[in-house]
């Protein structure tokens, strides 16, 4: 198994940034859902990381679920243009106010399937928390209420967001030079 350091162009995020703002989201969410049923649904795998520590952050009761959506192909970096969801919500989200929790919005395109699949089952309310906006490559609009970071156009890992499912155990958001990766075999 390669190291991460093999590849890593740079910390374009450190842990302390991600820390610092994670904490301020958790205040605005605390502050926004006072005194409301709220349950956060977290997009498996690489929004699990972004979940625990924002739930920490959130001083208002609340609820988790979880859902695992699939849009890419065989390789990497590239996407089938397909949605496809794996695995659904074990909640009755009906008169629910819904935060979906997501660690990466890129094109658009998974996440606004998974807001007209949310939206028929009737929630109170439906808004996104997204920690990394990839807003450069939009291809849907999409609406994001919570918003960690915009980044540019770059391909990224750790922190949740893995490369060939590696690596979503560092600390920090790190730019990944594809010239030095090297997929384990």
């Given amino acids: 198994m390669q190291d991460y350091k093999a590849f890593l162009s740079e910390i374009l995020i ?69 949605v496809r969801l794996t695995m659904d919500l074990q909640t009755n989200i ?17 996440i606004a399937s998974v807001l007209e699949l949310l939206q028929t089952r009737q929630p109170k309310s439906l808004n996104i928390c997204v920690l990394l906006d990839k807003a450069e490559r939009r291809e849907v609009v999409v609406p994001i209420h919570y918003r960690g970071f915009t980044i540019p156009n770059k391909f990224v890992f750790g922190y949740g967001l893995d490369m060939d499912e590696y690596y979503r155990n560092l600390p920090f958001v790190g730019v990944v030079d594809l010239e030095k990766y090297k997929p384990p075999a």
């Avoid at 969410?29 to 977290?42: H, M, T, V």
């Avoid at 390789?75 to 243009?81: I, K, L």
Wanted: charged share 25%.
């Fill in 14 to 82: 450190s842990e302390e940034k991600l820390q610092n703002r994670i904490a301020e989201l958790g205040a605005e969410i605390s502050r926004d859902y006072q005194g409301e049923k709220l349950l956060l649904i977290c997009i498996l795998k690489g929004g699990v990381t972004f979940l625990v520590d924002l739930m920490r952050r959130i001083t208002i009761p609340h609820a988790i679920d979880f859902m695992a959506i699939t849009s890419y192909g065989a390789g990497v970096r590239e996407t089938s243009g397909n």
């Fill in 94 to 110: 009906r008169d629910w106010n819904v935060l979906l929790v997501e660690d990466i919005i890129d094109s658009g395109n998974t």
